[in-house]
């Protein structure tokens, strides 16, 4: 499954609305269906992320991970190498530019990357007040008409100016993408399958994350080609502006 491709770590994000401060987040495609996580329904996390309670998120950013990763740097023209074995290692490192060592790694690294993120975002995010996004669910037939076009995969520098020209100018998945067949597996989890690609998306959290009382969206993303040996990962804040049908990005989260 390990397919590796190039990092898009630290990519600023042009289509993206601008926001108050900034979060962080990640995880795989596991099985449980429902998320089962929370307080009330405008504060939630999926359970892939391992996170008991709010009062918590210190222990498990300490946590250790199942295996330690072998990361290397180049500082100032030194490569150096350090070991990262848990969320505060992770997210310490990774804006120096730490990444593993063996290609192999890379993907599996970004989706640890991502559930360290998003237990990081959590911890400064609030219950949503008003516009909770609650009944968000990717088992709606009608949800790749409220996701952006960024969502879907970038392997090339052409791809992300035409999926941020799209975002920016208010279009949906859907239309961005005419023909794409939607998979949801639960309300967090589905699989949006285009032509040659696919994006497996899952709502990592749902909350309060930019300060303004609105909810927003937590939301992974593992694209793959059906052919290339490509896969990249993405972690992003949607958020809901007053007057648009279409959730904007709020904010992209190096992972
Ligand atoms: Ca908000």
Known sequence: MAR???????AACMACTPVSPPSTLASSIPASAAPATANASDLWWAPELGLSSLPSIPVRLDQSFADPYDTVASLNGNLDQKSVSNCNEYLRLLPLGYQ??????GTRYKLEGCKCQAIKALEGA???????????????ASVLSI??????????????????RATQ???????ADPGVQLEAASMSRAKVVGRGWTTEIE??????FNG??????????????????WTEVKLRVLT???GKAVLAVALDIPV
């Open 203 to 208: 709502v990592l959290a749902r909350a309060d």
């Open 100 to 105: 593993p060592l063996t290609v192999n790694d």
């Open 169 to 175: 100018e208010g279009k949906s998945w859907l239309v």
């Open 126 to 140: 609030k219950p949503a007040k008003q516009e909770t996004l609650a009944q968000f669910s990717l088992q709606d």
């Open 147 to 164: 996701l952006p076009p960024l969502l879907g995969p970038t392997p090339s520098p052409l791809e992300t100016l035409q999926r941020e």
């Open 240 to 242: 809901q502006v007053t």
């Open 4 to 10: 590796w491709i190039r990092y898009f770590a630290g």
């Open 212 to 229: 303004d009382a609105s909810g927003d969206l937590l939301i992974q993303t593992v694209s793959y080609g059906t052919e290339g040996n």
